[in-house]
């Protein structure tokens, strides 16, 4: 069974320039994560999906920052404008959506550098 | 908000012995734990889970532990093995589906 994928696997870019991240969550699974993780620590959740209802963006910065995940399979996560502080590895995650405390099973990140 | 403390940030062992890690959260509604090893260049990947309904689960070389009442679980690897070399976090649930992560601890396993 393939993992959760995506892409681009490294992205650089110069600041005020836009990005966007691709995520195919596990065939199935009903719940799409968003995480951020600065270097040396944990993941941070940015945003959640049940099927393709955001239920849970509240530590989405809204301004520049936008998600979507039109069919309730694929996620797109987009950054306009970048800022220096948004150098980050971006996260996708996703798990069954059937029942309360699920695992959450993580795709390999997107490293995002902005200069 | 709630929290998710993990100690220690580093730790180095001899590659036989055994490594803990520890961590404490504050939800009291808090009933799933998992822990994840990320290794460089990829995204966390599970290596076991305890449920709030047991103390204690055990994989092979990988233990857990859960204390609820002091609300503080830890990981126990034993026997260990250069392999095991990663950063190591772990994870409290908070409300139906969302999870809180710890820091994380970088184990150096030496040969």
């Known amino acids: 069974e393939a993992g959760v994928v995506q892409s681009p696997r490294y992205k650089i870019i110069e600041k005020k320039q836009p990005v966007a991240f691709w995520c195919n969550p596990i065939s199935g699974h009903n719940t799409l994560y968003w995480y951020l993780q600065n270097l040396g620590q944990g993941p941070e959740l940015l945003i959640r999906y049940e099927n393709e209802e955001a239920v849970d963006d509240s530590q989405l910065p809204k301004d520049r920052f936008s998600a979507e995940r039109l069919k309730g399979v694929d996620s797109t996560l987009k950054i306009q404008p970048a800022e220096l502080g948004d150098s980050a590895v971006y996260l996708c995650?996703?798990?069954?959506?059937?029942?309360?405390?699920?695992?959450?099973?993580f795709g390999p990140g997107t490293r995002l550098l902005v200069l | 908000g709630e929290n998710v403390e993990q100690h220690p940030s580093t730790l180095s062992v001899q590659e036989g012995d055994s490594a803990v890690i520890k961590c404490t959260y504050s939800?009291?509604?808090?009933?799933?734990f998992p822990w994840y090893k990320q290794e460089l260049g990829k995204g966390p990947q599970l290596i076991i889970d305890?449920?709030?309904?047991?103390g204690e689960k055990k994989d092979q070389r990988i233990a857990v532990t859960l204390n609820k009442t002091a609300k503080h679980f830890s990981l126990h690897i034993t026997e260990t093995q250069p392999e095991d070399s990663a950063v190591y976090f772990c994870a409290a649930s908070i409300g139906n589906n969302d999870m809180r992560f710890g820091a994380g601890t970088r184990l150096t396993v030496k040969p």
């Open positions: 995650a996703s798990s069954p959506g059937h029942w309360k405390e699920e695992t959450q099973y």
């Open positions: 305890i449920r709030s309904n047991v």
């Open positions: 939800d009291s509604a808090s009933n799933y």
